[in-house]
């Protein structure tokens, strides 16, 4: 069953947020059914909605690059099957043949003194850092001894001591957030270098991918798949975790560069030189040390596309703070809102504000540069949070859309995929998106491994 999106107010929505003319949506439908109906909120809706209109930023900008009007814009059906599998890739993914850990012992909901926290300690750093917070830096904090210290203390007062800490920890929030918006824009003048016809609709498209964990990466392995050169640049100090990037390094290369060291900031500014797009996945100010704020870099790069991603949102008491797509359940009130009838607090069917967000990332991206570049986009988790809890309607598109996937007839394995990769042999989930390629060439390389440099032009 086929279904357009005329009437579907989510893709409409996201496409306007992103600048697009609302009448485009029209050229977009959607196949099939997947797994992400059957909650509270609209997680559905908001995952075929962020990748419809990433395929039509996508045939925007192959348009554009073939001499046609904006507007000529070929029919898109986005099958709800594929987007589903993609939105839990992660899930999905064999390394060898063995399923990746997600979550580590010490992540999750726990319950407090007046309430519930939520902890994420999946990075060695962040684990490091909850340990020295609750007093167990010798490394003898176990899920029973954190039980147990949180049992008798306030959600809020260990939330603000592991901040402190450096760590991650969020008090689940009964009430949603404040309003956010869904995406920030701001033209910056100046043009982008002219891009003429392309394989792909963003062939030759060069872009600078400083993101970590899903939302950017999961942006930027889009951005790959379409034709655009991209390649991911982090500090040596800082590893990936090897199953992450497995999962979102597909489309890029990777390569470690340290902003700290003069030779490498030389590195990185050649680099900022040749490129069309800079994507950044780091916390609100966090690379201005290094002259890297976005009004820096369309200064020295004038037509530069700078598109952001942060976890809390631009603006307000939080904007600066660390947080992944979990965190941001928990703190946003996604996390109460889909309580079990034992009260415990529950989770969206997939980690689908980093996906969404990912998703509206790369159409941004793709829009911007359709107009001709000159851009600075922000998005965060917290505003995909904001757009799913107050303005997706539920149970849209067509006959049988609000029951989808509730009776298990979604079969992911028609959307998995064998690649070989620098970690070996890969079972993944393929591109979820009406336009490109069915999947990528070859899988990711390994972290870090790949040289700083452009491929020849």
Sequence with gaps: MTS?????????????ALGGAAAAVERVAYAGSGVLGGGRLPVRELARATVGVCSLAAAELAAVRAGRSAEDLPRLVVDEGAVSTAFVSERHLRVQGRAPVSFAPLSGFWRTRDGWLRTHANYPHHRAALERALGAAGGELTP?????????????????????????AVAVADGFGAPQPLVEARETGGRGRA??????????????DLTRVIAGPVATRTLGLLGADVLRVDPPRLPEADDAHADTGFGKRSARLDLAARADREVFRELLAGADVVVSGYRPGALDRFGLAAEEM??????????????????????????????????????AAEAGPDGAPGVLPAQALDHGTGYL????????????????????????ASWLVRDIPPGEGGEGAATAGASGAHDAERWLREADSGYGRLRHAVPPLAVGPATWPTGPSRW????????PA
């Design 144 to 168: 029973d001894v954190l039980r147990a210290e949180l049992a008798g203390r306030a959600a809020v007062e260990v939330q603000e001591a592991v901040y402190a800490a450096g760590g991650l």
């Design 298 to 335: 369309v200064a020295e790069r004038p037509g530069l596309v700078v598109a952001q991603v942060c976890a809390w949102g631009w603006h307000g008491p939080w904007a600066g703070r660390r947080g992944f797509d979990s965190l941001v359940q928990a703190g946003y009130g996604i996390a």
């Design 4 to 16: 357009d999106s005329s009437g579907d107010a989510a893709t409409r929505q996201a496409w306007v």
């Design 361 to 384: 990332l790369a159409g941004g991206v793709l829009r911007a540069l359709a107009e001709g570049g000159g851009r600075v986009l922000r998005f965060s988790l917290a505003g995909t």
């Design 448 to 455: 870090g491994t790949d040289p700083a440099r452009w491929l």
């Design 195 to 208: 891009l003429g016809a392309g394989s792909l609709p963003a062939s030759g498209v060069r872009v600078l």
